[in-house]
């Protein structure tokens, strides 16, 4: 079974661009989430999707971010225009919908390394 | 506030030492869940272990072994015999089970472990 993948695995980019970052959860995992790790800091919570809907964006920085989940499968996280701070790697997890309560596990991707120059 | 501490940033042991990396949390819930990602060089956070905050049994997995102290709020992970393929980033985390089912996991700052032949 493949695991969650993310799309690109490296993405160089310059101040003021826009860079769409993909990420293909497990397959029949409905919950998605997006996580990144700025240089030096933790890693952090971005936003979580149950299927297509947002269930908790909390964790967005800002509207230069948009994250979509169409159909309920793969995400897109755009950054429209990339600043100097949003250089790090954003890694995508997903879970299953737990049966009978409870949590189940994240798994994570390899993450996307971003760098804005 | 959910917090996790790893106060250990780098760690460095000769092969077949035993090495135990540190984990504190703080969370005014009394539901919660405790994790392991261990994040290799080629970059994915790879899930270790997941705790629930009502079993405070230590687990053993091979050569990895876990304790778990609410007194101390901590969740230390121990490896024995370390071997070269445990140089990594070890993260602890958190989530909290009251909120929804699928609730977003804090993570420590990790600690990077070089087992050196």
């Known amino acids: 079974e493949a695991g969650v993948t993310q799309f690109p695995s490296h993405s160089v980019i310059e101040k003021g661009q826009t860079v769409t970052l993909r990420c293909d959860p497990i397959s029949g995992h409905d919950n998605l989430y997006w996580y990144r790790r700025v240089m030096g800091k933790e890693i952090k919570f971005l936003l979580h999707?149950?299927?297509?809907?947002?269930?908790?964006e909390s964790g967005m920085p800002n509207n230069r971010f948009l994250a979509e989940r169409t159909g309920g499968t793969y995400s897109t996280l755009k950054v429209q225009p990339a600043e100097l701070e949003d250089s790090g790697v954003y890694f995508c997890?997903?879970?299953?919908?737990?049966?009978?309560?409870?949590?189940?596990?994240?798994?994570f991707g390899a993450g996307t390394r971003l760098s804005v120059l | 506030a959910q917090k996790v501490t790893q106060a250990q940033t780098e760690i460095s042991v000769v092969e077949k030492e035993d090495v135990t990396l540190d984990c504190v949390y703080e969370?005014?819930?009394?539901?919660?869940?405790l994790f392991w990602y261990k994040q290799p060089p080629s970059g994915e956070l790879v899930f270790l272990i997941r705790r629930n905050s009502f079993d405070e049994q230590n687990e053993i997995s091979g050569r990895y072994s876990w304790n778990f102290q609410k007194s101390t709020s901590s969740f230390n992970f121990t490896i024995t015999a370390s071997q070269v393929v445990d140089s990594a980033v070890y993260f602890c985390a958190l989530s909290e089970a009251m909120k929804t089912s699928y609730d977003k996991v804090i993570f420590g700052p990790g600690t990077s472990l070089s087992v050196i032949p």
């Open positions: 969370t005014r819930d009394t539901t919660y869940y």
């Open positions: 997890a997903s879970s299953q919908a737990p049966r009978g309560g409870g949590k189940n596990i994240q798994y």
């Open positions: 999707f149950v299927k297509e809907s947002k269930q908790d």
